[in-house]
């Protein structure tokens, strides 16, 4: 299948075409700094199990085990979140030069539409063409960058996936402990059910954005959700 | 595109392209002004906006190469004056372009990459040289704009005066120069009226014009107004109350 890199279609180069990837760039870019948002709430949650671990004296051991587990679980996701968030900034600061680029270029073509003639003719031609150089280097770039946009995503869905068992893990201790204890470890359980929900949501919204933005630069993910 | 010379004296031509008749409805129509030296170099005044780039670059290669504009003049920041700046730049990237030196900041919005081009004028104006001719920056700060300027060419004896004398006039009216002074006040009045905001700023410009004896003035949306014409304009202008309309 032909892709942009190899494609001379002009509608690739349009005004239309490069409006909707601008638009569809912010939106993961948006979308990638509410992940990461959420990804600092897990790092609240991480530390709050680590006090806790500290505090709770009749399991401290095993729970402290747990609590090591969201911590490296944290730092982990975090690590990819920052990746995530730097590509979706670099990918939206690339989608605005785009949408400046076509819109000088359309002026550009609609000049020379107005029968220009010789040197000066051949000047604006000139410029652009440089201005389409331009925009298939810049539409290159993007598409890489949302190529390993799409692969931090799914390496946080690997990742995700993860902090349910050990929210299982403060469940079976719970059992074990004071009641206390007990009620601090559900407790815990659940913040971390209710992080992985709505981390999860987001996370499914940016993966099927990525997804549908490179099938608009006719890049398509084998098996990937529509 | 209309074009139309205007003066062509002194080795310096001038030249008006305006009442653009395939432009959206929703522009409002302007006049570009250019100034041709016999050595080939050319500034443009006011550029225009990027809506009717294509129309002015199309009309203005007609009559001089591109590559010979060695400058643009903003006689302030509206983007009707100069919002398709980076589209000429991408074509003249070593053109001057000369403004009020309150604007660069703000003017640097429509292409920052372009700032190195730019010339500030200070606020008592300049003199500058296209070819071996001298043109002069006249202070208009107020008129409309607080850092405003006209541009006056000595020897043709052309004031370009941006907004001052600007008239909104209908589609059919054609004609770029003011044939019925008194029938063309209509079409300035409620302008003036509004856009420019001081009694005082507006009779300073004036005692300042007066002097020149200007053979024309060129306002930057209108028609020109050329020998008697230039002394009614002043007249109407002096005795009218501006900064009025609300």
Request: charged letters at 20%; glycine letters at 6%.
């Amino acid at each position: 299948m032909a892709t942009l890199l190899t494609s001379k279609k002009s509608e690739y180069m349009s005004l239309d075409y490069l409006t909707k990837i601008y638009a569809r760039a912010i939106s993961i870019q948006l979308s990638a700094e509410r992940l990461m948002n959420r990804s600092i709430q897990l790092g609240r949650l991480a530390i709050n199990t680590e006090v806790v671990a500290v505090k709770a004296a009749t399991v401290g051991l095993t729970f402290s085990v747990i609590a090591k587990e969201v911590s490296a679980l944290a730092r982990t996701i975090t690590t990819e979140m920052e990746l995530l968030e730097a590509s979706g900034k670099l990918l939206a600061s690339n989608a605005v030069a785009c949408a400046a680029r076509a819109r000088l270029g359309e002026k550009y073509r609609e000049a020379l539409a107005l029968n220009m003639t010789g040197s000066n003719a051949a000047l604006v031609q000139g410029i652009l063409n440089e201005n389409q150089q331009y925009l298939q280097k810049v539409l290159t770039d993007m598409s890489q960058q949302l190529k390993s946009t799409l692969v931090n995503a799914q390496n946080l869905v690997r990742l995700t996936v993860h902090i349910p068992v050990v929210a299982s893990m403060f469940r079976i201790e719970s059992a074990r402990g004071s009641k206390s204890d007990a009620l601090l470890f559900r407790g815990m359980s659940n913040d971390l059910v209710a992080f992985t929900t709505s981390f999860s949501i987001d996370l499914e919204h940016l993966l099927v954005l990525a997804v549908k933005t490179l099938d608009m630069f006719g890049i398509r993910q084998p098996g990937a959700a529509r | 595109m209309k074009v139309q010379k205007i003066a062509d004296n002194g080795g310096l031509s001038w030249y008006v392209f305006g009442r653009d008749t395939s432009k959206s409805e929703h522009v409002i129509d302007t006049n570009e002004y250019l100034v041709v030296h016999s050595s080939g170099d050319a500034l443009l005044m006011d550029p225009g906006g990027t809506e009717i780039f294509p129309q002015v670059v199309a009309a203005l290669s007609e009559v001089v190469q591109i590559t010979d504009i060695k400058a643009f003049f903003a006689s302030h920041q509206d983007p009707d004056i100069m919002s398709s700046l980076p589209l000429w730049l991408g074509l003249c990237p070593k053109a001057k372009v000369y403004m009020s030196w309150i604007w660069s900041g703000f003017i640097a919005h429509f292409g920052h990459e372009y700032v190195g081009n730019f010339i500030t004028v200070p606020d008592e104006g300049i003199s500058f040289q296209l070819g071996n001719s001298h043109l002069q920056l006249i202070p208009a700060h107020y008129c409309h704009s607080s850092g405003n300027f006209s541009l006056f060419d000595p020897v043709n004896r052309v004031l370009f005066s941006g907004d001052i004398g600007a008239a909104l006039l209908p589609p059919e009216h054609t004609n770029m120069m003011v044939t019925d002074f008194q029938d063309h006040t209509r079409y300035m009045e409620s302008f003036h009226r509004r856009w420019m905001p001081s009694n005082r700023a507006k009779n300073a410009w004036i005692r300042r014009v007066r002097p020149l004896k200007c053979q024309y003035i060129c306002p930057q949306h209108g028609a020109i107004f050329e020998g008697e014409n230039v002394d009614r304009f002043l007249d109407w202008f002096e005795k009218l109350d501006v900064g009025s309309a609300v």
